[in-house]
Each structure stands twice: as structure tokens, then as C-alpha cells.
T-cell receptor, first 115, second 115 residues
Framework: DGGITQSPKYLFRKEGQNVTLSCEQN?????MYWYRQDPGQGLRLIYYSQIVNDFQKGDIAEGYSVSREKKESFPLTVTSAQKNPTAFYLCASTPPPDRDNQPQHFGDGTRLSIL | DQQVKQNSPSLSVQEGRISILNCDYTNSMFDYFLWYKKYPAEGPTFLISISSIKDKNEDGRFTVFLNKSAKHLSLHIVPSQPGDSAVYFCAASAPLVRDYGKLTFGQGTILTVHP
């Protein structure tokens, strides 16, 4: 079955460390997205990529970095510059636009906690 | 600047009755609106969407209404079932070719359906 796989499900990080969250999709979607969810808040866009080797900052990109070397993969690195990294991170993808809009499909998320 | 707002953090409904979840937006460029359902520790699941050229869209027990003049949309669930208990997010996108698929989310409403 096609889908979006995020790994690991739970991740712990010591302060001062960088950590990379994995997102892989086999839906052949061009666009991929990273969101962050905090308690009582909606999903906030961190970074997105519409095509391989290109990506754009979202609303809360500070302290994060991404790469898009392959269509299937869009890893997110949470750097030590991110002051409040504890959150639930969600990866999504969407097919290219055609006659109709298409919804985003989401992975099951990674919960990052600081030790 | 919260462009998509869900002003009710929670809603409690009796099984079999109607659930009405509301969402307001401020950006008049939004032309595509979606509702997602989310269980704890899982990714959001797409429920239903509506384009700005319509004012109503139905899919089984779920109906979305759009009032463009009021910049308001609502999700009706009839009849409500205990399995509908989850967090519901509304989301919106604008027709920018460069940023296709980019969504702005509301804060979410926790729906609890009591047996």
C-alpha cells in the first residue's frame, strides 16, 4: 500500500544535539511538507518542498533544516538552535495540482522530547 | 496572525445527534477548504473538502458548508457516533501556483460523542 512513513515514532534528544526525523513516501507525490503540532494548537508549517532539490521556509523555520535529494524523501533536522523542540512532528505530501485541488496525506508523526 | 480560527476548543454531543464544528478565516484569497480528523499520536486523516465555487459538499454522514461572505465554514456530522470522537482541524489554501497544496490550519476542536 502507498503511504507516508515517519520514523522513529518516538525520539529523545539531549540539549545541544541535532536530530534528524525521517519521512519517506511511495505515493509519487511531488510536494512534501513538515508541520509541528503543540498542545492546543493547530499544525504550523516548518518547511515545504514542491520539487526535488528545492524547498521553502514555512511559518516557523528557525532552528530547523531540510533537504530534498530524492522525490521520496524529505528529512527534517531539528538543530540545537531550536529553543523549544519538544513537539509532535508531522510530515505530509500532496500530488501535483490537476483540474481539482488535492488534499494532503499525512504520516503518523514523530514525537520528539528533550531529555 | 491567525488566518484560520476554530473558536471552540471542544464540543460534546450525544450519540445520534448532530455535531456542528465551526471555522472562520480572514484571508479572502483562500479558495479551497478541508476538514481533517485526528486521533492522539496519529497523523490527521482527510475527511472532506470544498472549493470556493460551491457552498455545500456532502460525503455520507459528513457535510461541509461554506459561507464566503461571512468567511465561515462548518462541518456537520449526522448522526454522530462514538467513533467520531477526535480532534477536528479545518484548513485552507490559496490558489498560488508556486505554493500549491500549502495549507493553513486552525487550532482544532476536540469532539466527544457520548454513547
Amino acid at each position: 500500500d502507498g503511504g507516508i512513513t515517519q520514523s522513529p515514532k518516538y525520539l529523545f534528544r539531549k540539549e545541544g544535539q541535532n536530530v534528524t526525523l525521517s519521512c519517506e513516501q511511495n505515493l509519487n507525490h511531488d510536494a512534501m511538507y513538515w508541520y509541528r503540532q503543540d498542545p492546543g494548537q493547530g499544525l504550523r508549517l516548518i518547511y515545504y518542498s514542491q520539487i526535488v532539490n528545492d524547498f521553502q521556509k514555512g511559518d516557523i523555520a528557525e532552528g530547523y533544516s531540510v533537504s530534498r535529494e530524492k522525490k521520496e524523501s524529505f528529512p527534517l533536522t531539528v538543530t540545537s538552535a531550536q529553543k523549544n523542540p519538544t513537539a509532535f512532528y508531522l510530515c505530509a505530501s500532496t500530488p501535483p495540482p490537476d483540474r481539482d485541488n488535492q488534499p494532503q496525506h499525512f504520516g503518523d508523526g514523530t514525537r520528539l522530547s528533550i531529555l | 496572525d491567525q488566518q484560520v480560527k476554530q473558536n471552540s476548543p471542544s464540543l460534546s454531543v450525544q450519540e445520534g445527534r448532530i455535531s456542528i464544528l465551526n471555522c472562520d478565516y480572514t484571508n479572502s484569497m483562500f479558495d479551497y477548504f478541508l476538514w481533517y480528523k485526528k486521533y492522539p499520536a496519529e497523523g490527521p486523516t482527510f475527511l472532506i473538502s470544498i472549493s470556493s465555487i460551491k457552498d455545500k459538499n456532502e460525503d455520507g454522514r459528513f457535510t461541509v458548508f461554506l459561507n464566503k461572505s461571512a468567511k465561515h465554514l462548518s462541518l456537520h456530522i449526522v448522526p454522530s457516533q462514538p467513533g467520531d470522537s477526535a480532534v477536528y482541524f479545518c484548513a485552507a489554501s490559496a490558489p498560488l501556483v508556486r505554493d500549491y497544496g500549502k495549507l493553513t490550519f486552525g487550532q482544532g476542536t476536540i469532539l466527544t460523542v457520548h454513547p
